[in-house]
């Protein structure tokens, strides 16, 4: 038997299957784009394809993210908030505080007993984002990957004073134009993104183990300015982009499973790949 | 079939068309009175023959008139009260009545008044405190709008009708209270969806005719067979106002609202208005002091040199306790508006009162506008599943 | 420009300079009689109410909010700031409360009811109560009521009313404001008493209260003689001048002889047609709260000919009133608290401005100080300080046709305020404000 969770972020659309042994078998990622209905039943045709299955094997699926509204095959819809939980704690039992910092919002997540039991969110401003360091890569012409590794170069941080991110990288071309070193002022944005995301995480009261996921997350500044802002150690995943779909595939099997247990029918979706539409209401 | 003319079916027609039925009652001779907040005393407008109609905006209206008399950064709802007036949308009022409750509210009516002549207009002061000397100024207060109203009515208003309106009033509150135990069952046999509908309804008829059909939904509830289907999450909402069924409608994708504290709730049925040989007396005491919006300042003994934070609490929100054993509740959703201060200053409090209760509950900030729904759905979903 | 030149754009009054330092005394002294274990009241600027009953008994009043601007301009208040938002309190509230909200979360969660070693100036010692106020914005008294959730100190709330324009004018309808006022003044004396253990001194209420009013008086024919061509005294000496008055600083006798020295100043430079600026080529007036932390920045408007000649009417002295019938303390200082706002709503009521207590002032201000322009400063975090600015400029421009300059910032997040940005403004407004002179000439207007 094989269980499915299918992560559809703002900026990157994630897919993992699992087996009964909580064993990760086929794991897509991919950018999201304007046409998120369309990619679900895309990117699951890769996982399947990775794993040599058919969506018929698949027992449960459960869809997560700000698209998953989206996957019409999808049995079941869980916020990315309970699922990002779950992803992380599989992978860290101790974790107490879970930040993902995404493409355009940041989470922060309390774990306690095995669940999630609270969160703050930020969706409304790019500032603690990993939209402000698109946007300010771009400024500073970079490749947005290599912006981590500029930073680690600095020796002295350039403090960014403007929290929004338009007006942030007016500031960043003045400090330019002043003859600021350019690793200096990166290390200046990773802190103020840093500060931002760890000022939403202090609303939760921070305790270990605390885990850092999100794209975001694979950029060593990053770590490093959230080490700092938080004042603790901070564990990262191997892979810090599927925790999401991950917690969502875990989350599809404990769902089946009880129901299973309980003797419970189990409503499923039809097995049928297709893209989402406006109009119809599945009728099964 | 459904019966447009009665119950749960007419309350929903009327929540979609709201002033309807006082178009038809102004093209009769009748006078409107606009009211944006749940402190004004309803039962003067209702003694001198004058229907009340409570005024809240529309959220799906994008504001763009106000922003020439109010900035951005302030209370969305008065903003979107102005906006709509600005915009001749309640052009059929023929006075307004606004009350010192809040900042935002005064400020805001006072522009209002500036940029709009409507035949009446009157701002009741408010004080903050509950001491004995402050219901009296505020019975002053209310007396001196009973004159200007009595003017503009051309009649004045004796005791005995300013007493009959009190109690039809009360019996307004009583049968809300008495649908509300409707939510008691598991499930319950009204949705908040439906009962928000039905208190919009009754904020845009006359009291009698509000009664009415408090009555019809009252007895088909009881009957019906078709009521709300079981959800495990059983929710109390607390917040200033909540007057959109959108909003309600996702609280309940999830769970079933079994009370609803605020302004497009409970809030200003919860209690009944004291009859009292001096009707101002009775209406002074209940305006001021059963209404329990935030921005009313309440402590637990007046300038007690110790004080104790949980009897404090219980003194402030212990009528919560009651709503929470009565109905059940297993999870409360704190719901602000943004920019509204007394409720941010006071939910931190709540918070804590909740947590010594042990019930789970989330705040959630709202901008009241139809573009924060998407965010605010996945904050509620969230919240239902750490409570699952 | 040189050094010289920059220090002298704005001719500042020698009397300044004592009441600016009475400002400091002050605070030292309270400082120190606080740590020599005298009590200490939390208050708000409340148009004094409470106040001068406090002084009357002795007892030091510190001000959160005074503290809030202090951490601000320290640019230490980010770590409360924080602590504030950690602990539940939405961003959105007003910067001071959540700045006081944070130190007094960390003086009792962390130091057991200590004065945080970090905080400076002495920082604010645990009172035994609070003192708050329904006067100025619902978030003060609602501000004080949340910090009962870490000290267990009682609050005390004034009522401060505020009715409608023409709903003043019904009958009794301000005997029954003045009757409140009195009523629960008297209870709130008691409650002192209880406080502290001991009596009031009334023959020392009376006198304080007396010491009030004619600080006041003085203060307000002060800033009557800002109304000649060119203006004597610039917004500048006005904020550093204000607060002796406002918060009843020090010795009151002092400060009754340090303002009476600041008349007599200012008259003589009338009389000898003395500006307080060089070339006087703009007369403006600021709404509503400056940027304390940025003020050089009037310096160099005052370089382009920009005089600030009147200010922020919440900070002004009542309009002065005939209270020769009236004896008791506590009626006097309730009238003269009400005054604040009620002083203007005769005025607002003949003239139709309904936004009487808010905005009328301030085309007061605009026609009787002969302003060419209003700078308006609305602040994010501070809507009381901000609701009321978008009427007032277009009231003005409706009315008068006097033109505003919008230029925004934060009561704590002083980054908001860019004074290169402000400045780069400043000279396409100019061309405004002369435009408009042109207009009101052709109008009639006689400035």
Redesign the interface.
Known sequence: MYFAGVDIGSTMTKTVLMDTNNKVVSAIKGPTGPEHRQLANEVMKMALEQANLQLDDISYIVATGYGRLNVPFADRQITELTCHARGVLSLFPDVRTAIDIGGQDAKCMKINSGKLVNFVMNDKCAAGTGRFLEILAATLGIKLEDLGDISLKSTKKVQI???CTIFAQQEVVSRLSEGEKLEDIIAGLHDALASRVA?LA??L?IEPDVVLTGGVAKNAGIVKAMKENLGCELLIPEDPLLTGALGAAILAKERFSKATAKGEPIPTKPRRLEKATFFTKETS | MLDKSKGLSKAREIYQNRSHRVKELKAEGKKIIGYPCMYVPLEIITALGLVSYRTYGDIAEPVTEA?????T??CPIMRTCLDCALKAKDDFLDGMVAI?S???Q??TT??W??YISYPYF????M???L????L??FK??LN?FK??LESFAGKELPSDKLKAAIELHNRQRALVRELYKLTKPDPPLISGTEMLQVIKALMSLPAAEGNELLTQVISEVKERKDGPEKKPARLLIWSSTLDNIDIMQLFEAGANVVMDESCGGIRAYRADVKLTDDPLDGLSDYYLKEITC??T?R?AVF?????D?IA?LDSRFGYLKDFIRGWNINGAILF?V??C??F??????L??YLDHLGIPNT?I?YDYTQGSLAPLRTRVEAFLETID | MTTEQKKRAINRLNSMHPLRAKVNESYLKSVEAMQAGKPTVWGMLNYYYGDPILKAMDVEVVYPENYGAALAAAGVAQSYL?RA??????T???GY?RASIGYTSRMMKELNGEIPPEAPLGGMPRPIFLM?S?AV???R???F??L??YM??????F?A?????K?LF?E??YE??V??GV??AR?FVA?VE??LGKKLDWDKLSETVDLMIEISQVWHETNELRKVKPSPMHSRDFWSSMPPALFLMGDLKDSLQCYQDMYDEVKDRVDNHIGAIAEEKYRLFFAELPPWHSLGFFDRLAERGWNFVIESFGYHPPIPLDMSGVSDPLERLTRFSLQIYVGYYKDAFEKN????G?AYPYLKYAREWKCDGGFLH?L?SC??A??????VS??LMERLKVPSLTIEGDIVDL?LFDPEDALSKAEPFEETMEHYRQIRRQEGFDW
């Not at chain 3, 267990?152 to 709330?157: G, N, Q, R, S």
């Not at chain 3, 401005?353 to 009487?356: D, E, L, R, S, T």
């Not at chain 3, 901000?386 to 009427?391: A, D, E, G, Q, R």
């Open positions: 004073s403007n929290f000022g202090r609303r009261k | 922003d020439k008399a109010l900035p950064a302030f010192h809040c900042d935002p005064d400020k006072r522009v008044q500036s009157h701002l009741i002061d004080p903050g405190t001491r004995t000397q402050s009296e100024y002053g207060q001196d004159k200007t935030a921005r300042f402590e300038g007690e040199a110790r004080k934070y404090d602000l943004r920019y201060d007394p941010a200053f006071e939910m931190p409090s918070k804590d705040y900030e | 924080d938002d950690a602990d539940g309190f939405p959105h509230l007003c409360s708050a329904t914005c619902d978030a008294y609602k501000w009521q949340a009962g959730r267990d100190a009682p609050v005390w709330t009522e009313p505020l009715p409608g324009v709903e019904m009794g309808s029954r404001m009757d409140l009523k629960h209870d409650f209880r406080m401005v309904p936004a009487g808010m609305p994010i809507r009381s901000s609701t009321h600015l978008p009427y277009n009231i980054r």
